[in-house]
């Protein structure tokens, strides 16, 4: 083979080894960031995976909150109107959060069942409701 044949072919076999390793890097990097929605009656079918971040939307169970008195724990349950799931969250909830009010919570789900939550959404007026959320309960005839 011509060394300058050679030279180019070293060269081109650097670029696509490289941007491989570079796509495999960003992919690997990404992988942990995805947040996929779950509607709760997935989660109760076992559709959900334990231990990985997901999101779960539906609406808040008319009496199923309760506030620790001594932090800012709570308990609640979410609902799609074909499955429940039990949500525990530590922190300042927002302030349009109500019983049966639309909500979306960030988190992980243990082994247990419990949705362990990080991060709670609420709608943000009279009409709005999160497009994921409009669709479970559409899916499971609920529809408001």
Known sequence: MHPKRKKRLIVVLAVVVLSSAG???VSYGLRGNIN????PADVVAGKAPVGQ???????????SIQRSDTSLDVRFEVTDYAGTVPVKY??????LFDEGQGVVAAGQLDGEGVFLAHEVLAKHDENYMPPEVAEALEAAGKKQ
């Open 23 to 25: 796509v495999g890097l």
């Open 36 to 39: 996929l929605f779950y509607p």
């Open 53 to 63: 971040s997901i999101r779960l939307g539906g609406m808040v169970v008319e009496g």
């Open 90 to 95: 530590s922190g300042i909830l927002p302030d």
